[in-house]
């Protein structure tokens, strides 16, 4: 309950450990977008719902695509896909490190 | 009444000689307490030599976890350099492939921000043959 903070009450930690990956984590491994998500926790903290839709977007968005990478994806798709339409009409030849018969080390 | 004319099968004269028909259960062997005791007394050899084993295999194993915390510096720049070279790479064939593409900035972030993101693997291997990617993913796993 919001204003009835029941588990600092009779201090339990039922599932705040689980609420947010900038928390405390077991073996002190850090989420793969801690930092996204603490940027926004702290620009979105005690201005409220509405206000934070509109002032924290960009942090959100940041957040978003780091865990869900959909931007990240989308432009590695059009990469290939156009680098395979290439390869097609014979304009681009991939160079040697990129065709699994290239000299790796180190 | 027919006498003794008959010929019949009788003992020899002096009866037969004796031969032992009692029950023979000797006592032999060791008792059931010294039995027990032996089982219990190889079995706690046992577990002492297990036990100092695994003290001993500890110690291995804190001794190469040193080794590991040694050389991490070097292996941890090692990937950094790696991963820096694919992604230049990567870059500068993103430019020869996109420069006909309207409307596209190579080595566009996709975040808002400009703070250095660790890359995905997909992105460090998305020019390369889907094998690599995969032997990259699932190289170290025994179950499939």
């Not at chain 1, 002032?55 to 994806?73: G, S, V």
């Not at chain 2, 003794?4 to 002096?14: E, I």
């Amino acid at each position: 309950m919001p204003f009835v903070d029941i588990q600092s009450r009779l201090g339990i930690n039922v599932d705040r450990w689980i609420l947010l990956q900038s928390g405390e984590q077991p073996n002190k491994r850090p989420a793969r977008c801690h930092a996204f998500e603490k940027e926004w926790v702290e620009c979105s903290h005690g201005i409220g719902q509405t206000r934070a839709k509109k002032e924290c977007q960009q942090e959100f968005e940041d957040f978003y695509e780091c865990m869900h990478r959909q931007k990240t994806h989308r432009r590695l798709y059009a990469i290939r896909q156009q680098r395979d339409k290439m390869i097609k009409e014979g304009t681009y030849t991939p160079p040697v490190h990129h065709t699994g018969k290239g000299d790796e080390d180190p | 009444m027919a006498g003794s004319k008959v010929k019949q099968d009788m003992p020899p004269p002096g009866g037969y000689a004796a031969f032992d028909y009692k029950r023979n259960l000797p006592k032999r062997g060791l008792s059931g307490y010294s039995m027990f005791g032996i089982g219990i007394g190889i079995m706690v050899f046992g577990y002492w030599r297990l036990f100092s084993w695994n003290r001993e295999r500890r110690r291995l194993q804190i001794e190469e976890l040193e080794a590991r915390i040694a050389l991490m510096p070097l292996l941890q720049a090692e990937h950094d350099r790696r991963t820096l070279r694919m992604l230049r790479e990567n870059l500068e064939e993103e430019a020869i492939i996109m420069k006909d593409v309207p409307g596209w900035k190579v080595g566009e972030s996709v975040f808002h921000t400009d703070r250095w993101t660790t890359p995905l693997t997909e992105e460090l291997f998305n020019l390369r043959p889907r094998e690599e990617l995969l032997h990259k993913r699932f190289g170290f796993m025994w179950y499939v």
